[in-house]
């Protein structure tokens, strides 16, 4: 890092995560928000919220919901989402959610402890015999069963239609998006923890990394670091791609060494308690060019131009579309090669998104990323992403990395 960039490290107070410069025009970052606490009798209150929010999003005479799990990876998160539960894995469990917002929770003697947490009626089978006899209990009488065909398995749905033999099973898929896009007060919260996690570790690590650093160990330091500030883990593979990899939106992070001239990009977010962050950052090794300069300030520009648009009412397909002008004017046409955004939740990529394709219209409490990008192959990329909460008072931005160009 040169001596320039240290003492802008020492000196902003946006490295501070106070205001300052290095925030796209528009968006309003929330330091102050306040603390969010639960009691058991909040959390059971809050669980019947989602489930009441689901069934009114349903609309369809269903009269129970089923979130099966099968074995990682595939778990369907809105067992966690219905359940609250913010640990354990849960394999061949199950949730089930009634119309008056009640969950049963069926799970293995594995898991028994951590499901007491919830405060649900709990369903424990330590055989195969016990769990098809809950399954059986739990189905009873039930005529038209709602799955998430988004995430549950053949082998899962095929066994409810077993034990519930004259029931209809229909996909309510769309709805659980619809209710998981909107956030609670406690989903937030979580979501702002893991956001300004990932920020902290990104801000310790920078003054750190230089020419001939190797990309995979860059990614392993920030990963530890975000682990030693609270989070349970990544939100998914860290990328560190320098040069020519900073091209490459999804390259992961090998090892090649940071050289001179570079462009570095590095995606990485955090997972606190099964809620994940999103936050992309592009640096230059040494000082950077005049064409650097120009990709970056483009695309700086074009995040800007996009948050203005991030209120509720708007389209995503508009959010998306003021990036992309901003982009395609410039001499950068067609290369911002991705949608501009998506959800981010209990899973990364949360269910909506920002781009040309997407019939979504914003709501408060929605939380998208915001990651316009210039990739010109064999040269490098530029992209800068940020986690945003949609409120009727304008974006708030929840990550706190700052985002002027740095020289390492």
Not at 92 to 104: L, R
Not at 304 to 327: F, L, S
Request: glycine share 10%.
């Amino acid at each position: 890092m040169s001596i320039r960039s240290r003492a802008i490290f020492r000196s902003c107070p946006f490295f501070r995560f106070g205001t300052g410069s290095g925030r796209p025009g528009g968006d309003k970052s929330d330091p102050t928000a306040k603390p969010y606490t639960t009691t058991p009798d909040t959390r059971r209150e809050t669980m019947r919220s989602r489930v009441n929010r689901l069934y009114r999003n349903i609309d369809d005479g269903v009269d129970l919901v089923v979130f099966t799990n099968s074995t990682e990876p595939h778990l369907d998160l809105s067992f966690m989402y219905t359940t609250g539960l913010t640990d354990g894995l849960f394999e061949g469990c199950a949730a089930f959610c009634h119309p008056d917002g009640g969950v049963d929770l069926m799970t293995s003697a594995l898991e028994e402890q951590t499901a007491t947490h919830t405060g649900l009626p709990l369903h424990v089978f330590r055989t195969r015999d016990e769990r098809e006899a809950h399954l059986k209990k739990l189905l009873k009488g039930h005529r038209r069963i709602g799955l998430n065909h988004a995430e549950i398995t053949h082998r899962s749905a095929e066994e409810l239609r077993k034990f519930a033999p004259r029931a209809k099973l229909v996909d309510v898929s769309q709805a659980v998006m619809k209710t998981r896009l909107v956030k609670d007060d406690g989903e937030i919260a979580l979501l702002r923890k893991a956001a300004r996690i990932a920020s902290d570790a990104l801000v310790a690590l920078v003054p750190e990394i230089g020419a001939g650093d190797v990309e995979s160990q860059i990614a392993a330091k920030l990963v530890y670091g975000m682990q030693k500030k609270g989070a349970t883990g990544a939100s998914f593979h860290t990328i560190v791609g320098s040069g020519p990899n900073s091209a490459e939106p999804h390259y992961t992070a090998g090892s090649r060494k940071l050289r001179k001239g570079d462009f570095v990009v590095i995606d990485f977010g955090a997972k606190y308690k099964m809620y994940c962050s999103d936050v992309t950052r592009t640096f230059a090794v040494g000082k950077a060019s005049e064409k650097q300069r120009e990709i970056y300030e483009t695309v700086r520009r074009a995040q800007a131009a996009a948050m203005r648009r991030m209120r509720p009412g708007v389209k995503a397909r508009a959010v998306d579309t003021a990036a992309r002008e901003i982009i395609d004017g410039s001499a950068y046409k067609g290369r911002f090669i991705h949608g501009l955004g998506h959800s981010v939740g209990l899973a990364v990529h949360d269910g909506g998104g920002l781009n040309q394709a997407s019939d979504l219209v914003l709501r408060s409490n929605m939380v998208f990323t915001n990651e316009p990008g210039i990739y010109v192959p064999g040269f490098g990329g530029v992209r800068i992403e940020d986690d945003v909460l949609i409120t009727s008072s304008g974006p708030k931005v929840l990550s706190t990395a700052p985002r002027d160009l740095i020289e390492l």
